[in-house]
Each structure stands twice: as structure tokens, then as C-alpha cells.
């Protein structure tokens, strides 16, 4: 416990502090619009596809788009932001909030055992006589045991229903016992699709229809690709031989739940600036189509987390992340970035990918028509570039009350040499942790190298109960951080101070 406390500290006072201002004023979007345009002329070039159309979602809206290449190799139409891309396992994400929201409204729990609703697992077989049953959140996580199966998943895209329910009687091999790891799984969202047709009493591609892509005005979006007028559909191609095929245009089937789906970019962009509405948790009434807090529950990685490099060419030297699949998403900690959801696609004829940074309200995707040409390398390198560019924001943390008050009364303290102006306002533990005379002696000794600190800058609150601080003092500086206890009023349990090296 006390361990944790510590560490949480050290992290605090070793996290560096807002800057007042930058060294030099932020670029606008459109002046690093070319740098953002080479980075995917280059993979378009360098990955052998036909077209490709990305954009940026900025402010809840489309900020940038910028279509290249061809849609169709027969007539040469160019790309643009109404060109039409499957977008393969992105699709999960949206299966992940469909689920999300019958569970909001009360048509199963995430810890239902996933045979309640399709009881055709009823009669599998476990390997081992102690393995756990798969719930629907094993499902959402990769956690259900099964085999990771890309190559084969994605061709079972025209699989029949009826094909379907023959498949799931007949019972799986399993790869694993469930929940005892991550193995990436398309058999298990094809799953949840059936699951979500079950508890809905209705098609999957109704529900998704009607929950999520009406209530978005996402009017260019769907399953059927079949009913995509010519004039803005790209069609998928494999590059094989030093050449262009054409892959086969595949029905909406059973596994659509796991990559059916077909967009355009400019409406992707809607769905896209609807995640980011979620963040931060905010007192607005809520109007979409799913609670903001059950958006930002996608974003709760199970705990089987793994340390990642950063997609991109700064991946090598960046700080390294902390990655875990969430429900649709990978999710991850950039000490650049900050919270990132990201998930590629990848399907015969197409490839695409997505990165979201609900920190600063900033997404960035890009959709291509080759086989598992995803572009995640250059939205990365697009990321890290506007964040080069001062164009990544923090969203600003409130100062409640409660910290700004402990916080005049540690600077108090400090400038008192004593601990009598925080009289009242500790926790039970504080003076148990380090005695009155010590922390006297303590701001002494501070006092003795960095003299009195009649300055400071702006207080950085890393929560509702915590901050850091620096302290501008007469001989250097002190960088300091406090927690507050979870008692009514809050009180202080931890302070640290610590003289900053120049």
C-alpha cells in the first residue's frame, strides 16, 4: 500500500508540469496538410494501392479529407470523400457499442454466459474440466479462448445464417481455456453479431441501422455492398505478381458483425466525431444515440495489458506504450499522445485504419482499397506530426475547491516553516506517516537550499483529488504534489516536495 502511494508520487513530481506557453506559436491544420499528404502518398505508393482516402476529425467535425489514387481501376474514377471502402474490423467497434447499448437498455449483462443467447454453444466442449464458460465480455475481448483466425475469418464474410447455426453446433477446437489470454477472434464477434440479432429481434444490420448509423446521418453507410451505385464505389484489389486483381465482391453474410461494413469518409467522419463527443464527462444533457459513458466504456482494456512500440516512424524512439484490447478497440497510453483507441482493417481488397486521441478531441483515419494495405503507419505519423505542431490541446482539468484549498494551505505551511496553517485539514494518517517536528525539519532543510518561494505556477490538477505544483523560490525551485483522503471534507494525505535540478 504504501509502496503504491509513493510510486504515485514519484510519478507525479517526475511528470513534467504544463508549460505557460509554447516556444513558438501552433501551426494550424492546414499548414502541416502537406506533411500529412506525403506521409500517405508514400504508403500509397509504397504498398502498391489503387486508391486511398483519409481524414482528419477535428472539434466534432471533418477538419481534413483528401482522396488519392483511383476507386476503380476499369474507368480511372478518382477517390473521393464519398467513395465507398469496406472498412473489415473497424466494423467491430461498432458491434462493441451495439452490444453496449442492449445492455444499457436492459437485454442482457455483459457476464451473461453467451450460450443464454445462442444456445447452440450449449453443447460445446471445453479443454479442461475446470475451464469458465464464455460470457458475451469474453467475447467483446478476445478473452473466449478461440483461435486467432484473420485469413479464414475473413472469408467466411458470405457465410448463410442457417450455414451459421450449423457451424456453431457443431462446436470449436479450442485454442485456449477462456479468459486465460488475449487471441484475437473473428468467429467470436460473428458471435456477438448473433447475439445482438437474438436479444433485438432483429437482423444485426437492422439494429446497427437503426441504433447507431440513422440516428448518426450516416445515410452512405451499410452491408449490402451490392446496392453501391457504380459511381462511388471502390473496388477492392490484390496486388499479386507486380500487378492489380480484382477480388471477389463478397455478400453481406453471417460473419458481418466481425468486418462487413462499407463507408465513405465522409461518413465515417460522423461516427468518428461522435466517439469523441463522449470525452470529457460532462453535465450537458445527453442527445446521441448512446450515453456518452457508455462510449467511453469501450475504452476499458481488460487487464491482460502488453508493451507496445508506437505505430509510425517515431515508434522506434518513443516513449513505449501500454496496450490492452478493450470492446472494439485497442487501447493505449502514449506519453505523447495520451489515451489512444486505435483499430486497423484489414479484408480481400481492402485495408483501413483508425486512431482516436479523446484527450485532445482529434481523430485520424484512412481507408484503402488493397488486400490488408492498412494505413496505420502514416495516421500515426499524421498524429504525431499535428502533435509536433502544438495542434493537440489537453482538454483542461477543473481545480475543485477542495484542492485548491489544501493547496494555499501547503504553500502556507512551506512559507510558514510549520505544519499550523494545514491544522484541520489532515488526514488521520499524515502526522502517523511523518511526524510535525520532521516536517518542520524538512522544510528547513528545503528552505536552507532554495530559500522562501513567493511564486508559483499555475496550479495542474491531475484529478478531482490530487495536483502538482512548482513553487518559483528566491534560490531555485520546488516541484511539489498532493493527494487529498477520501473523506467528507477531504483532507491531505500525502504531500512531497522536491527541489528541482537545473
Request: charged content about 20%; hydrophobic content about 45%; some cysteine.
Amino acid at each position: 500500500m504504501r509502496a503504491r502511494l509513493g510510486m504515485l508520487l514519484a510519478a507525479a513530481l517526475a511528470a513534467p508540469l504544463p508549460s505557460m506557453a509554447q516556444e513558438t506559436a501552433p501551426q494550424t491544420l492546414g499548414q502541416i496538410t502537406p506533411e500529412i499528404d506525403a506521409l500517405f502518398a508514400k504508403y500509397q505508393a509504397d504498398a502498391h494501392i489503387p486508391g486511398m482516402v483519409y481524414g482528419v476529425v477535428r472539434d466534432g467535425k471533418l477538419a481534413y479529407v483528401k482522396g488519392i489514387g483511383v476507386q476503380n481501376l476499369d474507368d480511372k474514377s478518382a477517390v473521393t470523400a464519398d467513395s465507398r471502402f469496406r472498412i473489415a474490423s473497424m466494423t467491430k467497434a461498432f458491434t462493441a457499442l451495439a452490444i453496449l447499448k442492449l445492455r444499457d437498455d436492459g437485454k442482457l449483462r455483459l457476464d451473461d454466459l453467451a450460450e443464454d443467447h445462442v444456445p447452440e454453444m450449449k453443447g460445446w466442449v471445453y479443454p479442461t474440466k475446470d475451464s469458465p464458460r464464455i460470457r458475451i465480455r469474453d467475447l467483446l475481448h478476445h478473452v473466449g479462448g478461440l483461435v486467432t483466425d484473420d485469413p479464414w475469418g475473413d472469408r467466411q464474410q458470405i457465410l448463410s445464417q442457417d450455414a451459421f447455426t450449423k457451424m456453431i453446433a457443431a462446436g470449436v477446437p479450442f485454442s485456449r481455456v477462456p479468459q486465460s489470454a488475449h487471441e484475437y477472434s473473428n468467429y467470436g464477434y460473428a458471435l456477438l453479431g448473433r447475439i445482438i440479432a437474438n436479444a433485438s429481434g432483429m437482423a444485426y444490420t437492422d439494429y446497427i441501422q437503426r441504433t447507431i448509423l440513422t440516428p448518426l446521418g450516416m445515410t452512405s453507410s451499410g452491408f449490402d455492398v451490392t446496392k453501391t451505385p457504380k459511381a462511388v464505389y471502390a473496388r477492392g484489389y490484390r496486388w499479386e505478381n507486380d500487378a492489380w486483381s480484382p477480388e471477389p465482391e463478397m455478400i453481406d453474410g453471417a460473419f458481418n458483425a466481425m468486418g462487413g461494413m462499407q463507408v465513405s469518409a465522409s461518413d465515417y467522419a460522423k461516427w468518428v466525431a461522435f466517439l469523441l463527443a463522449a470525452w470529457p464527462a460532462r453535465d450537458d444533457a445527453d442527445t446521441g444515440p448512446v450515453k456518452r459513458a457508455t462510449v467511453r466504456e469501450m475504452a476499458q482494456g481488460l487487464n491482460f495489458v502488453t508493451v507496445a512500440n508506437r505505430i509510425g516512424a517515431s515508434g522506434a524512439t518513443a516513449c513505449k506504450q501500454a496496450a490492452a484490447y478493450a470492446m472494439g478497440w485497442r487501447v493505449a497510453q502514449d506519453c505523447d499522445l495520451g489515451l489512444t483507441l486505435a483499430h486497423g482493417g484489414g479484408y480481400p481488397g481492402y485495408g483501413s485504419h483508425v486512431m482516436l486521441m479523446p484527450d485532445h478531441g482529434v481523430g485520424v483515419f484512412a481507408l484503402s482499397n488493397r488486400t490488408y494495405a492498412g494505413p496505420s503507419a502514416p495516421a500515426w505519423d499524421s498524429a504525431v506530426a499535428m502533435d509536433k505542431a502544438g495542434l493537440l490541446t489537453g482538454r483542461a482539468v477543473p481545480i475543485t475547491p477542495a484542492v485548491a484549498d489544501a493547496y494555499a494551505a501547503a504553500r502556507a505551511a512551506y512559507a510558514a516553516g510549520n505544519l499550523a496553517p494545514l491544522d484541520g485539514k489532515l488526514a488521520m494518517n499524515f502526522l502517523l506517516d511523518r511526524s510535525a517536528a520532521n516536517w518542520a525539519a524538512e522544510f528547513a532543510r528545503l528552505k536552507s537550499e532554495v530559500g522562501d518561494c513567493p511564486t508559483a505556477e499555475p496550479l495542474n490538477p491531475t484529478g478531482a483529488m490530487s495536483a502538482t505544483f512548482r513553487l518559483n523560490c528566491s534560490k531555485g525551485q520546488l516541484d511539489g504534489a498532493l493527494l487529498l483522503a477520501p473523506t467528507t471534507p477531504a483532507t491531505v494525505q500525502a504531500l512531497r516536495f522536491r527541489v528541482v535540478t537545473p
